[in-house]
């Protein structure tokens, strides 16, 4: 035998072994996710349990914890999520247009393309500095739904952008041919057969876009939401307060009724994010692979 | 038909619309680095830049006040070394079994609890830190401040997990099969493909989402204003009540700091430190993410 093959020792039980106690190891890592969420779900809907009523749904913020609600956050929070909307969406995809259909590749385009993921990154209470600075300030809309939406728009419009691009990149070369083929311009060619066709996969982004901006608090903390107020927001220079901002109100208060309610706000926020979670699940399933059959 | 003047010029306006649609990305960078810049500028006037970055106490109340970051900078740190102590085994490990082990019906079961998991409301991880992570700890260790480090940490940590844990598998997914199955006809188990061919293949990739993961944890803020109190302090004690850089531009923000005051300009000061720290990191991170993507 040569030294080599004395030094061979398979030991495959030993291996086969330490290979079973470390897929158990791994697989529970992914129990933790689990169990958290199941431990959160069940502290929330215990702490909240007999303060969720339609009271709490219809009133105005209290000194009370029995007789307070979250009546003009839930209007706040709508109020801000259409002003979002309303700014990052066409600017997200027209970006997104821009980038894949018409930008040439060249080192600015990249710039640009490196800039869009790094701005994903920023902090958002940073975001919420720049609105401050920028919105209620400079352009004097002072502390209103308008700049909180505006700030929100920004912080969002990176994750619109990036979900957009990959949805007009997975448009087949050959439908564009097609167009141009009869004679489409570019721009006829982006707007009847690349956008419809991209649409779904565009939907599922701005969903999540918005989804993200709902449960956001930080950047509204520079902008001043406020958590007190005694009126509806009539428009979109009147100041306001959403959802996430009275909750972290009501959170950081050390009585116990107020922390109740805060979990009642909680539950609100995350059956809006569940709806529209399954709204975008649901369409990403149904306009899966819809694109191979054209 | 031969295309008009008028369709030309329609092509044209439409075109410059979406580059400034575009543009406004870069626009927006530029916005806030503006914005931070000159207040910043302004705080400087009043605290030496030697105090600010030397110094070991940040008391903007007292008087006279003391400027220095350090202790902010320390309580971030603290935190996120914590966030990352959770994050890092659990999300590294989630991905070395959603890569390497999992059946296909498994991963369909999994991925969507991580989905979910990274859908929560970082306020939703506040509260259930300071309510439920804080009292099981000051269960275990009694002299616990009821605001610590330890809690705010290891919620931050379990929000980043499907983070870690995705990044690492897009990098592991990415690794050829043919090395894989070079290494099974060697013999190799799948825990010695995993830690012998696929880690190192995709280690780029998998650092980069550490760098992604660490510089959220600095950015976070939610979760430190609720849970970590609001006591700047030089310490490594993570049972104690300490603040973060965020924490602290949160606390002034919702005090009544007039606009021009040395207070309300330090906000800035702060926040100018936290945009460079996070954007340096995300840089180099998104950096090798990208490039890694290109090599297979």
Known sequence: ?294 | MAKSGKDFRRERCIQILLALAASLSVLVTAGIIVSLFEETAGFFKEVSFKEFFTGTRWSPLFSPPHYGIAPLVAGTMLVTIIAMAVSVPLGLASAIYLSEYAPDGLRRLVKPVLEILAGIPTIVYGYFALTFVTPAIRAVIPHTNVFNALSAGIVMGIMLIPMISSLSEDAMMAVPQSLREAAYALGATRLEVAYKVVIPAAISGIVASFILAFSRAVGETMIVALAAGSTPKLTLNPLESIQTMTGYIVQVMLGDAPFGSIEYKSVYAVASVLFFITLSLNLVGNRIVRRYKEVY
């Open chain 1, 1 to 294: 035998m040569s030294p080599q093959e004395e030094s061979f020792f398979p030991n495959l039980e030993g291996r086969k072994r330490l290979d079973l106690i470390f897929k158990w190891i791994f697989f529970s890592a992914n129990l933790v996710g689990l169990l958290v969420l199941l431990v959160l779900a069940v502290k929330i809907v215990l702490d909240s349990w007999g303060w969720l009523d339609v009271q709490f749904i219809t009133s105005f913020p209290s000194r009370f914890p029995e007789k307070a609600g979250i009546l003009p956050a839930i209007y706040g929070t709508v109020y801000l999520m259409i002003i979002t909307a309303l700014f990052a969406i066409p600017t997200g995809i027209a970006a997104a247009i821009f980038l894949e259909e018409y930008a040439k590749k060249s080192k600015f385009l990249s710039l640009i393309q490196i800039n869009i993921y790094n701005l994903a990154g920023i902090p958002s209470i940073v975001y919420g500095i720049l609105g401050l600075t920028v919105f209620v300030r400079w352009l004097n809309l002072g502390r209103s739904l308008l700049a909180g939406g505006l700030t929100m728009g920004l912080l969002v419009l990176p994750v619109v952008i990036v979900t957009a691009q990959e949805a007009i990149r997975a448009v087949p070369e050959s439908l564009r041919h097609a167009a141009y083929a009869l004679g489409a311009t570019k721009w006829q060619t982006v707007r009847y057969v690349v956008l419809p066709s991209a649409l779904p996969g565009m939907l599922t982004g701005i969903i999540l876009a918005l989804s993200r901006a709902i449960g956001e608090t930080a950047p509204l903390i520079p902008i001043g939401a406020l958590t007190f107020i005694r009126t509806i927001p009539k428009s979109p220079l009147d100041s306001f307060t959403v959802l996430p901002i009275q909750i972290y109100n009501w959170t950081s208060r050390p009585q116990d009724d107020f922390r109740a309610i805060a979990a009642a706000g909680i539950v609100v926020l995350l059956a809006v994010l569940i709806c529209m979670n399954s709204a975008a699940i649901f369409l990403r399933n149904k306009y899966q692979g819809r694109t191979k059959e054209l």
